[in-house]
C-alpha cells in the first residue's frame, strides 16, 4: 500500500502503559517538567475518584473532591469527570484517558459487551458499502476479545450467550477459531488455552483507510463505548491507508496476528531480498564446457555429436542469461566442493532444456498419475526424483518404502561388505546384493513418517517422523546413513535443497531448522511462527527458505542469517503447502482454507488469490517456465491455474485484481447465489445474511466454508484463472511435481 | 454440554468417589469438555499430515503423547469404531462400542489370517497434453450431468435465465470452424470428385488437431443415423480412414470412439437398401480399417484385438444372426490375421458349413458370399505356407474333416489348393499340439 503509516493505536498502547505521564487530560495545559508531574498527580487522583464513585463512598469523595478544589487545579475534576469534551477527542493523544477513566461506567454493566458489539454489528450493516469490510474486519477481534473479557471477569454464561448470538457473524472467515474459542468455559481455559493466549499478548492487525478508521473512532466515541474502544487500544494494530484506494473484501482488510506489528512487517517486507539464480561454481562450468566441447569435436559425425554441439549452444545461451541473473559469489551460500555429479547433472539439465515442452494456458501438460494401492489410509506423503527413476512414500506404521520407477531391481549393499575393500566399479558392483525386488523398505523411525524428499542425483532420501527425528537414507546402500536430532515435536516437513547438501526441517515445536547433511545438529533455527510449522521450501538458489504454518501465514527466511525477511498475509487456514517458480520469483501457497495464494517474493504482495478446489490442497508445483500452476488436492482433482496474467496488472495488482473479481461476479454468478442460500438456511438472520451477500458478491473466498465453519461447501466459485480440472477416481492427490522437461507427474493413494 | 453432570457423577462413583458436590460435576463437565476439544484439535493435526480426513484413534493417541499424556491403549483397530445405542429409558441414549468376545482357545486353533497385499502402483496418464484420455483408469466425465443439472436449474427459475458457463472452455478458432463447415458440406455433396478432395483434405492437412474429436463424432452420427446409405458409409468410413492416416494428428485418444463405427459396418445386419449388392465391399472396407487399427495400437493396448475379435467371433457363432453379419464377422476375423483364423475360425468351419449348406437352398447369393469369405479366410492361412501337398481324394476326404464337405469341394477347385489343404493339415496339427500341452 502506498499510504502514510499513522499507526495510531501504536502510539497509544504506549501512552496508556504508561499512565498518563506524559499526556496531561483534555482540558489541562502540560508544559515543562512540574507541570507534568502536577498532572500525573492529577490523573491518580481522578482514578481513586472514579473507584470512590463506583463503590458508593460519597463521603470520602466528597472530601477528595474538596481536597482538590483547595490544590487549586484549574479544571475541577467533577466537570472533567462528568462530561468529557467528544470534540477533543479526535487526537488521537486523548484516547487513553478517555478509556481509562470512561470505561468505569460500563464496568459494572454485565451487557455492556453485548450491547455495545450489538450496536457496532448494527452501525456496520448500515454503513457504506467503501468501508463495510473493513468494519466488518475490525469488529471480528472486538468480538473475540468482548467474549474473553466476559470470561475473564467470571461472567461465563454471559460469555457463552454472546458467543451464540454473534458467533455466526464470523464463521464464514474465521470457523477454526471461533469453535476453539466456543469450547472456553472457565478463566483458567482462557488463562491457558494457546488460541486464547495468542489473542491476549500480540495485536490483531486490521488494515483500513483513513476514512474507514476516523468513522469507526467517532462512532465508538459518539456513543461512549469505552470496553469496545479499549479493547481497539489495547489488542488491535490498525494501520490505515491514505489516498483513493478501496478494501474490496474482508479479509483484504484482515492482516491477522503475526506476532509483529504491522511496522514491523512493513519493514520485514522491504528488506532487500536476492532472487537471481544460485551461481555456477567456475569449475563446473569449465568442466562442462571441455565435456561438451570434446564430444561436439569428435571426428565421426554422427548425432551424439550433433546434439553435443546443439547442447554446446543452448549451454552458452544460459550461461549468458545467468550471469546477467544471478547472485554474486559472495551473497550465495557456501557448498561443499564439486564431485562430479554436478557436472553430470548440467549436462542432464541442459538435455531436458533442449526437450522441454513449451507450456502455456493454450498448452496444457501432460500428466501422469502414480496411483498407490492397499495403502489402507497408512500412507502420509509420497514424492517421486528428479529423475522419475524413484518414488518414496512415507507410511504410519514408521517406514519409509520407495519404489523403482523404471521396475529396475533396486540393490543394496550385502551386509557384510567392507568398504575398506572396495575401489573400483567393479568391486562396488560386487558387493551389491545378488537380486532385488523393484521396491524396498526402508526401516528406522519409530513414528509415521510425515515427510520424504530425494536429493536431486537421486543418492540420498530424506524422511521426518513423529518420533523427532529427520533420517538421512543412502539409496546406494539402502541403510540410514544419519539420523538427525533436535526438534523437540513431531517432524512434519523435509526437504532438501536443490544442490543438494543442505536441507529444511518444519516441526510441531514451530519453527524451522536448517541443516546440513555433514552435521547432526541444526545449523539455523528460523523462529517466528506462532504454530506448527507445516511446510517447508527451498528457494531455487538455495539462499531463501520458505515455511507454511498453522499460523495462517508464510514466511521467507534468509538462511545465512537465519531471520524472517517476509511475512505473507491472506490466507484463511492453516497453509500445508508451498512452491516457488523456477524463476525464483514468484511463490504459490495453499492449504485447509482450499485457496491458493499467489504471491510476488519481491513485494510481498498477493498477485492472486485462486479458488476453485473443494478440498484441503496438498501439493502444488509451478510449470518451468512459472506460467502454469498445478494443484493436487484432497477433492480427489489436480487443477491447472494461469499465473502471468495478473503480472500485467497496474501497480496496484491487488486492488485490480479484486476489482475485476468483483465486477465479475456482480453479474450474477450463480454459484455465489447458492451459497448464500446455504449460508441462511443454516439458520443466520437476516441482517448477517444481507451481510454474507455483500461478502459473497466481492469476495471468492467467502464462500470457502459454509455456515457450520466445517470446509465442505460444495460449490465453490472457480477463479478465471483455472483453466483445467482433471479429476482421479477417489484418489486424493499427495503430490504433484513437474519434472524439468514440464511432464506433470501425480502421486495419490486410492481410498475407498 | 457434551457430558451430562449425571455422567460424571457415575464415572465418579465408579472410580470410588461416591458423592460429588453439584458445583465440582458442573465444573469437572466444562473442563473434560474442553480439554477433549483440546485434545481433538491436536489430533486433527495429525489427521491432516497423515493425509486423511477422518479422525484415527491413533490420531488421539499421538496427540496425548505430544502433551505428554499417556495414550490410551486397546482402542486402536485398522477399522472405524462402530458404535451402538443402548436405550436406558431413564436418561438420554448411551452409544457404546460393540467389543466382540473372542474365544482364545478357539482363536489360536484357527489358520493365520492371509498376510495383506503389499502397497503397489500403478501408473496411468491422467492427462495427454491438457485431455483427459478416456480410459479406464479415468473417473467417466461428470459434464453431461452437470449441463443436465444446469439446464433443471435453468427451467426452474427460468426467470433469470442464468447462462451456463460450461466447465471447460474448448475455444474453436473461426477458421477451423469454417473449414469444418466446409468440408461436411463437401462430404455431403453428390459429386464424388468434391468428395474426394474433402476426405484428402483430412488426410493431409497439419493444422486440423482440434478438429480430430468433431472428425471422429461425425463419423460416429452418420453411421448412426445412414445404416440405408451405402454412399454415405462409404464416405464416412473414408473419413476415418483419413483421419487415422493423416500424420499429423494424434488419434489415440479417439480410437475407442472409431472402433464401433466400424465394426458397425463391419457386422450391421442390413446395410443399404434391401437387395442391393453394394455393401459387401463396404463390409470389406470396414474389416480392413479395423485390422489394421489393432495393428497399429495392439502393442500398446494389449485387450483390444482380443475384445474385437470375440465381439466379431460372437457375431460369426451366433446362429440367429442373418447371414450378412456372418459375413462381415468372417471377413473381419480374416483380416485380423492368420493365427486368428487357425484358432477361432478354422475349428468352428465345419459345423458352420453345416448351417450354411441349409442355407444355400434359400437365399444363395448370401450364402455363396459367405463361403467365398471362409475360402478367402483358407487362404489367408495357406498365405505363408510353403510346402504344398499333392491332390488327391484322400486330403479331400481329411479337409472335409475339418472344414465340411461342400467347402472341400470348392477348395478342391481352388488354384491354389495345394497349399491351402497344406496349412489347414498343419494349422490342425498345431491346435492338437497346444491342446495337449
Not at chain 1, 305 to 330: I, M, Y
Not at chain 1, 483 to 509: E, K, L, M
Not at chain 2, 17 to 46: N, S
Request: proline share 3%; charged share 25%; net charge negative.
Amino acid at each position: 500500500m502506498s499510504g502514510r503509516n499513522t499507526d495510531a493505536f501504536d502510539d497509544a498502547s504506549v501512552a496508556g502503559s504508561n499512565g498518563a505521564a506524559n499526556g496531561g487530560p483534555g482540558g489541562i495545559g502540560n508544559s515543562g517538567n512540574g507541570n507534568r508531574r502536577q498532572a500525573s498527580q492529577k490523573q491518580v487522583e481522578k482514578i481513586v475518584l472514579q473507584y470512590l464513585k463506583t463503590k458508593g463512598y460519597r463521603n470520602a469523595e466528597k472530601a477528595l473532591r474538596e481536597d482538590a478544589i483547595m490544590d487549586g487545579a484549574e479544571t475541577t475534576i467533577g466537570d472533567l469527570a462528568s462530561v468529557f469534551p467528544a470534540s477533543e477527542m479526535g487526537s488521537d493523544a486523548n484516547v487513553p484517558e478517555w478509556v481509562l477513566f470512561y470505561s468505569e461506567a460500563e464496568q459494572g454493566n454485565p451487557d455492556a459487551y453485548s450491547q455495545s458489539y450489538r450496536e457496532l454489528r448494527r452501525w456496520t450493516d448500515s454503513s457504506l458499502d467503501v468501508y463495510r469490510h473493513e468494519l466488518y474486519a475490525v469488529s471480528f477481534p472486538i468480538f473475540v476479545h468482548a467474549y474473553l473479557d466476559l470470561h475473564m471477569r467470571g461472567l461465563h454464561e454471559k460469555a457463552a450467550e454472546f458467543m451464540e448470538q454473534y458467533s455466526r457473524d464470523h464463521v464464514v472467515h474465521h470457523g477454526k477459531d471461533i469453535e476453539t474459542l466456543t469450547t472456553l468455559k472457565t478463566k483458567a481455559h482462557v488463562e491457558e488455552n494457546a488460541l486464547a493466549k495468542l489473542y491476549r499478548e500480540n495485536k490483531y492487525g486490521i488494515r483500513m483507510t483513513r476514512v474507514g478508521f476516523e468513522l469507526l473512532l467517532s462512532f465508538l466515541q459518539d456513543h461512549h463505548f469505552t470496553l469496545l474502544m479499549r479493547t481497539v487500544n489495547q489488542y488491535l494494530n490498525i494501520r490505515t491507508i491514505d489516498g483513493a484506494v478501496q478494501i474490496a473484501s474482508e479479509s483484504e482488510a484482515d492482516v491477522g496476528i503475526t506476532g509483529h506489528t504491522q511496522n514491523q512487517l512493513d519493514h520485514f517486507n522491504s528488506q532487500d531480498i536476492a532472487l537471481g539464480s544460485a551461481p555456477l561454481d567456475p569449475f563446473v562450468r569449465d568442466e562442462v564446457e571441455r565435456t561438451l566441447q570434446s564430444e561436439a569435436g569428435r571426428h565421426i559425425k554422427d548425432s551424439t555429436t550433433e546434439e553435443a554441439s546443439a547442447l554446446l549452444d543452448t549451454f552458452a545461451r544460459a550461461k549468458q542469461d545467468s550471469t546477467t541473473n544471478a547472485l554474486s559469489a559472495r551473497d550465495a551460500i557456501p557448498m561443499p566442493p564439486p564431485r562430479g555429479v554436478e557436472i553430470e547433472q548440467q549436462i542432464a539439465n541442459l538435455k531436458a532444456l533442449r526437450k522441454r515442452v513449451a507450456l502455456s494456458p493454450a498448452a496444457l501438460p501432460s500428466v501422469c498419475m502414480y496411483t498407490l494401492h492397499n495403502t489402507d489410509n497408512t500412507m502420509n506423503c509420497a514424492t517421486v526424483s528428479e529423475d522419475l527413476s524413484l518414488m518414496a512414500g512415507g507410511f504410519s506404521e514408521s517406514y519409509v518404502k520407495i519404489w523403482s520407477l523404471k521396475r529396475e531391481p533396486l540393490r543394496g549393499f550385502q551386509s557384510n561388505f567392507v568398504p575398506n575393500s572396495v575401489n573400483s566399479e567393479e568391486d562396488m558392483e560386487a558387493v551389491r546384493e545378488k537380486t532385488g525386488e523393484d521396491s524396498r523398505k526402508l526401516i528406522g523411525h519409530s513414528g509415521p513418517v510425515f515427510g520424504v524428499d530425494i536429493s536431486f542425483d537421486s543418492k540420498y532420501l530424506l524422511s521426518c517422523s513423529e518420533d523427532k527425528t529427520a533420517r538421512l537414507w543412502s539409496l546406494d546402500t539402502m541403510t540410514n546413513v544419519v539420523c538427525y536430532r533436535g526438534h523437540n515435536y513431531p517432524i512434519w516437513d523435509v526437504s532438501f535443497a536443490p544442490q543438494g547438501f543442505y536441507f529444511a526441517t518444519a516441526s510441531h515445536d514451530r519453527t524451522a531448522r536448517l541443516w546440513s547433511c555433514d552435521h547432526i545438529y541444526a545449523l539455523r533455527i528460523f523462529a517466528g511462527h506462532l504454530s506448527d510449522v507445516n511446510c517447508v521450501r527451498f528457494h531455487p538458489n538455495a539462499k531463501y527458505v520458505v515455511t507454511g504454518s498453522c499460523d495462517k501465514t508464510v514466511r521467507l527466511w534468509d538462511v545465512q542469517r537465519g531471520s524472517c525477511v517476509r511475512v505473507f498475509t491472506g490466507h484463511t487456514g492453516s497453509v500445508d503447502t508451498v512452491a516457488i517458480s523456477p524463476d525464483g520469483r514468484i511463490m504459490a501457497s495453499a492449504g485447509e482454507d482450499q485457496t491458493v495464494n499467489v504471491w510476488d517474493l519481491g513485494s510481498g504482495r498477493r498477485m492472486e488469490s485462486l479458488t476453485g478446489h473443494t478440498g484441503s490442497v496438498y501439493s502444488l508445483a509451478f510449470s518451468q517456465e512459472g506460467t502454469l500452476l498445478l494443484s493436487g488436492s484432497a477433492d480427489e482433482t489436480v487443477r491447472a491455474w494461469d499465473i502471468k496474467r495478473s503480472s500485467t496488472a497496474s501497480d496496484h495488482p491487488i486492488i485490480a485484481q479484486r476489482q475485476s473479481e468483483q465486477d465479475q461476479s456482480k453479474a450474477a454468478d450463480p454459484d455465489a447465489m447458492d451459497v448464500d442460500s446455504d449460508g441462511k438456511s443454516a439458520g443466520n438472520n437476516a441482517g448477517s445474511s444481507e451481510k454474507d451477500k455483500a461478502d459473497a458478491a466481492s469476495n471468492g473466498d467467502s464462500k470457502k466454508r459454509d455456515a457450520a465453519g466445517i470446509w465442505k461447501s460444495k460449490r465453490v466459485a472457480e477463479s478465471d484463472a483455472l483453466l483445467k480440472t482433471w479429476r482421479t477416481k477417489s484418489t486424493p492427490v499427495y503430490n504433484v511435481t513437474m519434472t524439468k522437461r514440464n511432464l506433470a507427474i501425480a502421486i495419490g493413494a486410492f481410498t475407498l | 454440554m457434551i457430558y451430562s453432570k449425571a455422567t460424571i457423577k457415575s464415572i465418579s462413583e465408579s472410580i470410588g468417589i461416591p458423592r460429588l458436590k453439584d458445583g465440582i460435576t458442573t465444573a469437572m463437565a466444562q473442563d473434560v469438555e474442553y480439554r477433549l476439544h483440546e485434545i481433538i484439535v491436536e489430533a486433527a493435526k495429525f489427521m491432516h499430515h497423515s493425509r486423511r480426513t477422518k479422525l484415527t484413534v491413533g490420531d488421539i493417541n499421538r496427540a496425548l503423547r505430544v502433551r505428554n499424556v499417556e495414550p490410551v491403549y486397546g482402542f486402536e483397530s485398522g477399522r472405524p469404531s462402530k458404535f451402538h445405542r443402548a436405550t436406558t429409558g431413564i436418561d438420554d441414549d448411551v452409544f457404546y462400542v460393540d467389543d466382540e468376545m473372542i474365544d482364545l482357545d478357539a482363536a489360536l486353533d484357527e489358520a493365520l489370517p492371509s498376510v495383506p497385499p503389499s502397497v503397489a502402483y500403478t501408473a496411468h496418464w491422467l492427462a495427454i497434453e491438457g485431455v483427459q484420455p478416456r480410459i479406464q483408469q479415468n473417473p467417466v466425465e461428470a459434464e453431461p450431468d452437470a449441463q443436465a443439472g444446469a439446464k433443471r436449474q435453468n427451467t426452474g427459475n427460468g426467470a433469470d435465465a442464468v447462462e451456463t458457463i460450461l466447465e471447460v472452455k474448448h475455444v474453436l478458432s473461426k477458421e477451423l470452424q469454417l473449414y469444418y463447415e466446409c468440408i461436411t458440406e463437401s462430404l455431403r455433396s453428390s459429386d464424388s470428385v468434391v468428395r474426394a478432395t474433402a476426405v484428402s483434405s483430412i488426410a493431409a492437412d497439419a493444422g486440423i488437431h482440434q478438429l480430430v474429436t468433431y472428425f471422429v463424432q461425425y463419423v460416429a452420427t452418420t453411421v448412426k443415423s445412414n445404416l440405408r446409405n451405402v454412399d454415405t458409409l462409404t464416405t464416412a468410413l473414408a473419413v476415418a480412414r483419413a483421419v487415422r492416416t493423416n500424420p499429423h494428428l494424434f488419434v489415440e485418444p479417439y480410437m475407442h470412439q472409431l472402433i464401433p463405427s466400424l465394426l458397425t459396418c463391419v457386422v450391421s445386419r442390413q446395410l443399404g437398401e434391401p437387395g442391393s449388392s453394394a455393401h459387401w465391399a463396404l463390409r470389406d472396407n470396414a474389416a480392413e480399417q479395423v485390422s489394421e487399427i489393432c495393428k497399429q495400437f495392439g502393442q500398446v493396448y494389449h485387450t483390444l484385438q482380443p475384445r474385437v475379435a470375440r465381439t466379431l467371433l460372437r457375431a460369426f457363432l451366433d446362429p440367429t444372426k442373418p447371414l450378412s453379419t456372418h459375413y462381415g464377422a468372417i471377413t473381419g476375423l480374416t483380416a485380423l490375421g492368420t493365427s486368428v483364423v487357425r484358432v477361432l475360425l478354422l475349428p468352428n468351419m465345419r459345423t458352420y458349413m453345416a448351417l450354411l449348406d441349409v442355407e444355400m437352398e434359400k437365399q444363395e447369393e448370401e450364402a455363396r458370399m459367405c463361403q467365398n469369405a471362409l475360402v478367402r479366410a483358407l487362404r489367408k492361412l495357406a498365405e505363408h505356407y510353403e510346402d504344398e501337398v499333392g491332390l488327391s481324394h484322400m486330403q479331400k476326404h481329411k479337409l472335409a474333416e475339418v472344414v465340411g464337405t461342400t467347402l472341400a469341394g470348392v477348395v478342391y477347385e481352388d488354384p491354389q489348393a495345394g497349399k491351402i489343404m497344406g496349412a489347414v493339415a498343419a494349422a490342425v496339427a498345431e491346435t492338437k499340439m497346444s491342446n495337449q500341452e
